[in-house]
């Protein structure tokens, strides 16, 4: 009868917890997992919009074939990205950890100065960025007040940098702006710390680069690795990215392809930041030891 009881109160824990998820779980299979798979059949055929609906045509690997053997403009569009991408996640990464050791100082209206930085996340996505990027702002202009484009050719040269370096210098503002979650988990972060942390390396005679360097830096190294994996997914998906553009083409199994390939190639860099950051933390546990 225990037996029984036991059994009985596991199904029905487990039947309450699945009526929890189940509301996610729906909207999970028909918003995400369907277009998913649908994306990924359409890549694989020829697809006509018709009067009566869509007709499908296989043609296998065509698409992936001609995409990653002939297609010019896919890697034009997409290397030089690439390169701004490169750029701009340390940035925004080393500009997010100061501003959040910042704020996170007893001074006076702090909770002031973090909901000024948290509101370019609120108010500049999707169509008002555009709309702000039409209209002249978030760039500074200092390339051309102070003719410092000459003096990047000059110094870049034939470099593929040189163009990469100076939309990231004219989009600097559109950069700083994408960093407001990131102060946000830098500061919860921040405050895990313990304070006699702080309070034991004062005793020692630690300055405050040192304490930087030994005990801040090391304690948010899971929280700059969450940041990092944050910052190239919203990279990757940003509004003026023009790998967007090319996928919106009116060849839905063409730009299927397109989409998958290029998920693809965002799987593989994050891969490979998961694998730095892997073996980064492997050797400091062993050097701790």
């Known amino acids: 009868m225990r037996t029984k009881k036991r059994i009985n109160a596991k199904v029905a824990r487990n039947l309450e917890g699945s009526l929890f998820i189940a509301p996610w779980l729906i909207g999970f299979l028909i918003f995400l997992a369907f277009p998913l798979g649908f994306s990924l059949y359409m890549s694989f055929h020829q697809v006509r919009v018709l009067p009566g609906g869509l007709e499908y045509e296989f043609n296998g690997i065509k698409y992936y074939r001609e995409l990653l053997l002939n297609s010019a403009d896919f890697y034009d569009l997409l290397i030089p990205y690439f390169q701004e991408v490169i750029l701009m996640v340390p940035i925004i990464i080393i500009f997010s950890l100061m501003i959040a050791i910042l704020l996170n100082q007893n001074l006076y209206g702090r909770f002031l100065f973090r909901t000024i930085f948290f509101l370019p996340v609120i108010f500049t996505t999707g169509y008002l960025l555009t709309e702000f990027v039409n209209q002249g702002e978030g760039a500074l202009g200092f390339l051309e007040n102070f003719a410092l484009g000459g003096y990047l050719d000059a110094f870049l040269g034939d470099s593929s940098w040189g163009q990469p370096v100076k939309t990231l210098l004219n989009r600097f503002v559109l950069v700083l702006w994408y960093s407001g979650v990131q102060i946000l988990i830098f500061l ?43 910052t190239i997914v919203d990279m990757f998906t940003f509004p003026f990215n023009p790998v967007n553009d090319l996928i919106g083409t009116g060849n839905y199994g063409y730009s299927s392809a397109i989409a998958w390939v290029y998920f693809a190639v965002i799987a593989v860099f994050l891969s490979i930041v998961m694998l730095i950051y892997m073996r980064i933390s492997n050797r400091q546990r062993v050097a701790r030891r």
Do not use: C
Request: no cysteine; aromatic share 16%.
């Open 188 to 230: 919860a972060g921040r405050q895990t710390i313990p304070p006699s942390a702080y309070e034991s390396a004062r005793i020692d005679g630690a300055n405050p680069w040192e304490v930087f360097w030994k005990i801040t830096l090391p304690a948010m190294a899971p929280f700059i690795f969450l940041n990092l994996i944050y």
